[in-house]
């Protein structure tokens, strides 16, 4: 069964302390893999579609990798801003497969 | 550029009852997807249309179906509400054929059973 997991859970940062949010994936094959950031009570807001392993993606303080099991969202001198639950998902090969499969998300708190 | 559009924002049904939410796609967009997202869980996939077609479907009963309009834009019916259906509904846009292409999400239904 095709199936996503985030860790960790939740995470609390002082503001310039970077680390890194896990992604792993069990699929038959990967389409494509996109990382999203969801503020509280809003619609997620894309951020980085990935397509094939050793691809890599850059947008301010963030950095999305990609190998054949897992992702990587690596974050930089985090600021306060950058608060919210990053979500990872997959669209998986096969035929007719238009189903995009989600994480639970990490939650993540930068603190001033 | 509008981006997703959802309507309402907030619903309160009653259990038993049927609802319908609505959503227009992201200018240039052709294809609707819908998601259920629980508290403090991920979005799950409802079903998905393209071309006024349902080209996918979640693991979902058949309480819950939609429609495509030739414009672009969809609806959710959920019939014979039940608790669980509580959740905030989601919306996503996208662009082609291959179903490929990165998903813009609107701001949801938060839909309340009771």
């Known amino acids: 069964e095709d199936q996503v997991t985030q860790s960790p859970e939740a995470l609390r940062l002082q503001e310039g302390e970077s680390s890194s949010l896990n992604c792993s994936y069990t699929?038959?094959?990967?389409?494509?893999l996109f990382w999203y950031r969801q503020d509280p009570g809003k619609g997620p807001e894309f951020l980085f579609t990935?397509?094939?392993?050793?691809e890599e993606k850059e947008k301010e303080r963030l950095k999305a990798t990609l190998t054949k099991k897992e992702s990587f969202l690596h974050i930089t001198a985090p600021k306060p801003e950058d608060s919210a639950t990053y979500l990872c998902?997959?669209?998986?090969w096969g035929s007719g497969t238009y189903k995009y499969i989600f994480g639970t998300g990490t939650r993540l708190k930068v603190l001033a | 550029d509008a981006g997703v559009t959802q309507s309402p924002t907030h619903l309160i049904k009653t259990r038993g009852q049927q609802v319908t939410l609505r959503c227009s796609p992201k200018?240039?967009?052709?294809?609707v997807s819908w998601y259920q997202q629980a508290l403090g869980q991920g979005p799950q996939f409802i079903f998905q249309?393209?071309?006024?077609?349902?080209?996918q479907r979640g693991n979902f009963p058949d309480r819950f179906s939609g429609h495509q309009f030739p414009n672009y834009s969809s609806e959710l019916n959920v019939n014979a509400l039940l608790l669980g259906d509580s959740a905030l509904y989601l919306c996503?846009?996208?662009?082609?054929?291959?179903?490929?292409?990165?998903?813009?999400f609107g701001p949801g239904t938060r839909l309340t059973v009771t």
């Open positions: 998902a997959v669209l998986p």
């Open positions: 699929v038959s094959g990967l389409r494509g």
């Open positions: 990935l397509y094939s392993a050793g």
């Open positions: 200018s240039g967009h052709d294809t």
């Open positions: 249309y393209y071309e006024e077609e349902e080209r």
């Open positions: 996503a846009s996208s662009l082609g054929a291959s179903g490929l292409y990165e998903q813009y």
